[in-house]
T-cell receptor
Framework: GAVVSQHPSWVICKSGTSVKIECRSL??????MFWYRQFPKQSLMLMAT?????????EQGVEKDKFLINHASLTLSTLTVTSAHPEDSSFYIC?????????????FGEGSRLTVL | GQNIDQPTEMTATEGAIVQINCTYQ??????LFWYQQHAGEAPTFLSY??LDGLEEKGRFSSFLSRSKGYSYLLLKELQMKDSASYLC??????????WGAGTKLIIKP
């Protein structure tokens, strides 16, 4: 199946700093990528849809200026958590679907666990 | 509103069979997915149902009834490695995935 890679897997940062998470589709071109956040014992929450070459579409309640998304190429999307605070500590997961298969399965990256001290 | 319901937690014995149910109410329907998620890891795809009936894939089977808004995931010959959370997700008319909260499955020896 298709491969999505995410980096870093773990990151610990101080409050007030910014953290960038990368999501790459390794063997296919992803015009759209999805960013999720997952708190312990809760389900996946879609944060935003990243669109190559255009602005991301954010879900209601997600701050655009805090969670910056850049989808500069067909194989790379980045999520930057700006001025991170302890409440931003969570598991962030990106995913993508093979283009042209609207009902196809989502391929997930490995996830990035962010801990803000 | 859109809603996916599945049990929070289930316990089963190694070698046994377990059925995890999922009921849904969504705006349109373009298929139902089951994903497995081990603790601290990203979800991995298990199955996709868009037509009524049973889809079998090895030890895992998934059933769908669109008229009842109901699906189940059946796991046979349970192994310890099957201990994980199982997520039910429905794709609505806008091709958006609506996720359930997941069912944590605990396998005991």
């Amino acid at each position: 199946g298709a491969v999505v890679s995410q980096h870093p897997s773990w990151v610990i940062c101080k409050s007030g700093t910014s953290v960038k998470i990368e999501c790459r589709s390794l063997d296919f071109q992803a015009t759209t990528m999805f960013w999720y956040r997952q708190f312990p014992k809760q389900s996946l929450m879609l944060m935003a849809t990243s669109n190559e070459g255009s602005k991301a579409t954010y879900e209601q309640g997600v701050e655009k200026d805090k969670f910056l998304i850049n989808h500069a190429s067909l194989t790379l999307s980045t999520l930057t958590v700006t001025s991170a605070h302890p409440e931003d500590s969570s598991f962030y997961i990106c995913s993508a679907r093979v283009p042209g298969v609207e009902t196809g399965e989502l391929f997930f990256g490995e996830g990035s666990r962010l801990t803000v001290l | 509103g859109q809603n996916i319901d599945q049990p929070t937690e289930m316990t089963a014995t190694e070698g046994a069979i377990v059925q995890i149910n999922c009921t849904y109410q969504t705006s349109g329907f373009n298929g139902l997915f089951w994903y497995q998620q081990h603790a601290g890891e990203a979800p991995t795809f298990l199955s996709y149902n868009v037509l009524d009936g049973l889809e079998e894939k090895g030890r895992f089977s998934s059933f769908l009834s669109r008229s009842k808004g109901y699906s189940y995931l059946l796991l046979k010959e349970l192994q310890m490695k099957d201990s994980a959370s199982y997520l039910c997700a429905v794709m609505d008319s806008n091709y958006q995935l609506i996720w359930g909260a997941g069912t944590k499955l605990i396998i005991k020896p």
